[in-house]
């Protein structure tokens, strides 16, 4: 939108206010809901809901397979960065697809052979950390199965013995198409912690286990698709349509297309391009303003909002570009919500109050980075600076990271000296495990909507309302007149 030619420049300094997290706080209001009861399920896309309305970021020190099988085993949802190739991300995504497949795949099972010695099988096994196998024949069919206490010395196995002498040869199988309870009530009625899955003539197809069967219910919580299969988000870049149709075939449920400006109108036909040509949902972004969303809302499945917010973006310095963060997420929402087009905060949440504010402006879910960048989860080791504990974190558009191939969200120039930072590469305290992150993340922001009443993520955007807050109000809310003695699992003051 041109302004008016014959317009006074200084018209453009009457200005409309835009607000970010720290000028705004949750109202409190009357309230039967108990913070453990809220529920936080959400939809992430179209057709994608999440059991937690969380994301882990699509850069190179935050998502890689690692932290996508954990965001989604808590229920939230990880996109792979793009700093990958094809290839690699094509892996990764299998990778997370078959995390916690119920049936273990053929190729994966560890299987013996009849003619093996005792000795040889025992110590394959241990290489490949299972403790039994199916033994097959050359054909595959499903001959028995030896485990660990087929070969315990007491059983008077020798170990140059054959695999077919010592194996057990009345094995329990299953077909295809076996439930997880039918498939535990026969482990249970055979004393039995594996099940070979045979096909119509004996043929190994795949395995069952006890443990996995276990592992699978301990994470109930979890996104997964409809044939079970942990949920993962790729990122591509807007004019990638190769790599989004090989991400969509490797599996990835999300498709985001990773653009620093995604109102750039180039970008928004290619990206309509790519919802053309893949199944998976399509993400849009990332966006700032209502006119970006207008200008996507017809074709995507969810609009990701954040001009500069994030932690390690230089972005509006260096270009002097930007939105601040719940203005823009309240822009977009009121688009996006005509069209029940899910609205995706990403970027500078620092507290887990900042991302339950952003779902009050209208976000459906919200995305981090430095948040989860220091977990055992996200890429890259623990390095230890003056006795503390940090790991690497930095921006997409950083030198570092541009160097490694991520430029292409950003300006991205031939040769190094060249290039046009956005982004600065940093360090970030070391946090431990995810799933302790994500704790205090979630029941922070349970405890918003208990305060403002709401039991729900689409009924606590509808009743929350914010007040403004002034410097000194700003103050008031932290710490404040106390040397702070111990570190609190939610807080830090020097964030
Ligand atoms: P937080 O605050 O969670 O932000 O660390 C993560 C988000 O920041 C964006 N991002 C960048 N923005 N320059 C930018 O202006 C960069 O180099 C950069 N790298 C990441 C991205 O949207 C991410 O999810």
Do not use: W
């Not at 110590?123 to 054909?139: R, T």
């Not at 040869?169 to 070979?196: C, G, Q």
């Not at 879910?365 to 977990?375: D, E, Q």
């Not at 570092?400 to 982004?423: C, F, I």
């Amino acid at each position: 939108m041109e302004s008016n030619e014959s317009e006074p420049f200084s018209e453009k300094l009457r200005v409309p206010e835009a607000l970010t997290f720290d000028d705004v706080l949750l109202r409190p209001k009357e309230s039967r809901v108990e913070p453990d009861a809220a529920d936080v399920s959400t939809k992430v896309t179209k057709n994608v809901d999440l059991q937690i309305p969380i994301l882990s970021a699509a850069m190179d020190t935050v998502t890689e397979a690692g932290m996508a099988i954990g965001m989604a085993r808590e229920g939230g949802l990880g996109v792979l960065h793009r700093n990958m190739d094809t290839a690699a991300m094509e892996a990764s995504i299998i990778q997370v697809k078959r995390a916690d497949e119920l049936v273990i795949r053929r190729e994966n099972v560890v299987t013996a052979s009849p003619d093996q010695t005792v000795d040889d099988v025992d110590a394959m096994m241990e290489q490949k950390g299972v403790s039994g196998a199916p033994v097959v024949d050359d054909d595959d069919t499903v001959l028995g199965i030896i485990s660990g206490t087929d070969i315990r010395p007491y059983l008077e196995v020798g170990e140059n013995d054959e695999v077919r002498e010592a194996m057990t040869d009345e094995v329990v199988t299953a077909a295809e198409d076996v439930s997880a309870r039918d498939a535990l009530e026969l482990m249970y009625d055979h004393k039995i912690e594996r099940v070979p899955i045979v096909d119509d003539e004996d043929r190994l197809v795949g395995l069952l286990t006890m443990q996995g069967i276990l592992a699978r219910r301990e994470n109930e919580n979890a996104a997964r698709d409809a044939d079970g299969r942990l949920r993962v988000g790729a990122a591509v870049g807007p004019f990638e349509e190769e790599r989004a149709v090989a991400a969509d075939e490797a599996g990835a449920d999300v498709l985001f297309i990773d653009c620093a400006h995604a109102h750039n109108l180039n970008v928004l036909d290619s990206a309509e391009a790519i919802t053309e040509s893949v199944d998976a949902d399509v993400v849009v972004g990332n966006v700032g303003t209502k006119e970006a969303a207008e200008a996507c809302v017809d074709f995507a499945d969810g609009i990701k909002v954040g001009i500069g917010p994030g932690s390690i973006c230089t972005t509006r310095v260096v270009s002097g570009a930007g939105m601040p963060q719940i203005t823009a997420v309240a822009e977009v929402a009121d688009v996006a919500s005509q069209q029940d087009v899910p609205v995706i905060a990403d970027g500078g949440i620092r507290y887990s109050g900042d991302a339950i504010k952003a779902i009050a402006a209208g976000a459906d879910a919200v995305m981090l980075g430095s948040y989860f960048a220091g977990t055992d989860e996200a890429p890259g080791r623990v390095i230890t600076m003056n006795g503390k504990k940090y790991k690497q974190y930095r921006g997409m558009g950083s030198v570092g990271a541009m160097q490694s191939g991520g430029g292409e969200r950003y300006l991205k120039e031939e040769n190094d000296e060249d290039y046009v930072p956005e982004g600065v590469e940093a360090a970030t305290p070391y946090t431990g495990t995810l799933a302790s992150e994500l704790h205090q993340l979630v029941g922070g922001m349970q405890s918003g909507m208990g305060y403002v009443g709401a039991e729900t993520i689409p009924g606590f955007k509808r009743r929350a309302e914010f007040v403004r807050v002034s410097a000194a109000g700003q103050t008031e809310g932290h710490p404040h007149d106390v040397m702070i003695t111990d570190e609190a699992p939610n807080y830090s003051p020097n964030e």
